[in-house]
């Protein structure tokens, strides 16, 4: 099975670049899928959390104090971002402050993220392009500006499972 996918600039502003995972063949981006859902959209927190998120890219940058970092591994980039420690979280690589990649997510009503089916995949499909942007930024396909989050190369993926 082939897996192809795009990572696309969302918004960018003074706080940073918000990108997002496009997978081909799909209409809307994994932010815009979780934008759009209607599970998240009815979470009492949604509101706050998208407004955080914009706040982020216009003037605050992506600061750890968002995030749960422990969402991941030291070896990763993966973060999950919430607002108020309500039960929403949207799975995000987190790059620097400056640099933010949305996946995917929804209401997290179990004890860890591996519990609940839609949020495990959303973090093991960040964990494989999580790998690939490494592997690239290290042979320089890919390079960050350290200034304003901006990604340049090639940020288009193809994997044959």
Do not use: W
């Given at each position: 099975?082939?897996?192809?996918?795009?990572?696309?600039?969302?918004?960018?502003?003074?706080?940073?670049?918000?990108?997002?995972?496009?997978?081909?063949?799909?209409?809307?981006?994994?932010?815009?899928?979780?934008?759009?859902?209607?599970?998240?959209?009815?979470?009492?927190?949604?509101?706050?959390?998208?407004?955080?998120?914009?706040?982020?890219?216009?003037?605050?940058?992506?600061?750890?104090?968002?995030?749960?970092?422990?969402?991941?591994?030291?070896?990763?980039?993966?973060?999950?971002?919430?607002?108020?420690?309500?039960?929403?979280?949207?799975?995000?690589l987190r790059r620097s402050s400056v640099l933010l990649i949305a996946g995917y997510g929804g209401p997290k009503y179990t004890r860890t993220y591996q519990e609940n089916q839609v949020l495990n995949d959303a973090v093991?499909?960040?964990?494989?392009?999580?790998?690939?942007?490494?592997?690239?930024?290290?042979?320089?396909?890919?390079?960050?500006?350290?200034?304003?989050?901006?990604?340049?190369?090639?940020?288009?993926?193809?994997?044959?499972?």
């Amino acid at each position: 099975m082939k897996i192809e996918f795009e990572i696309v600039l969302v918004e960018h502003g003074r706080g940073g670049a918000l990108y997002s995972v496009h997978y081909m063949g799909e209409e809307a981006t994994e932010l815009d899928k979780f934008l759009e859902c209607k599970e998240v959209t009815s979470c009492e927190d949604f509101e706050p959390l998208t407004a955080r998120l914009n706040d982020m890219v216009d003037y605050l940058g992506f600061r750890s104090q968002y995030f749960k970092i422990e969402e991941g591994s030291y070896h990763d980039s993966i973060t999950a971002l919430h607002y108020d420690n309500g039960p929403l979280r949207l799975y995000c690589l987190r790059r620097s402050s400056v640099l933010l990649i949305a996946g995917y997510g929804g209401p997290k009503y179990t004890r860890t993220y591996q519990e609940n089916q839609v949020l495990n995949d959303a973090v093991d499909k960040l964990k494989i392009i999580d790998e690939l942007l490494d592997k690239r930024q290290k042979t320089g396909e890919i390079s960050i500006n350290n200034h304003t989050g901006a990604l340049e190369g090639n940020l288009i993926f193809t994997l044959d499972d």
